[in-house]
């Protein structure tokens, strides 16, 4: 079961700073205590199940992301961010 919850809060975590969003101000989004936030990406509190679904919407994710990342993106989506990412790194070489 472990793993499956370090695969969420890893993946959480990954969403919020994407989006730019503090823990505090996601935590005030998802309507709950400031500590909240923190102790899921830190491993301390298991969240439930309502409040997966208010993080996902909060950070406008399907649910699914946070088990397996882009899991809401099309083939084509994902190729062409994989094809930028990849572009990228070569350039930097």
């Known amino acids: ?3 499956y919850l370090d695969t ?4 959480m975590k ?3 700073e994407q989006a730019g969003i503090s ?3 996601l935590s005030v989004l998802c ?3 400031t500590g909240t936030i923190g102790g899921i990406e830190s491993g301390k ?3 439930s199940f309502d409040m997966m679904v208010r993080i996902a919407e909060a950070l406008k994710v399907n ?3 946070f088990f397996i990342r ?3 993106r099309s083939k084509a989506e994902l190729k062409a961010t994989l094809k930028e990412n990849f572009d990228t790194i070569l350039s930097n070489f």
Do not use: E, L, V
């Open 45 to 47: 509190a298991k969240p």
């Open 70 to 72: 882009d899991a809401s």
């Open 63 to 65: 649910p699914a992301d």
């Open 23 to 25: 823990q505090i101000y």
């Open 8 to 11: 969420f809060r890893m993946n």
């Open 1 to 3: 079961m472990n793993k």
């Open 31 to 33: 309507d709950c205590g």
């Open 14 to 16: 990954y969403y919020r």
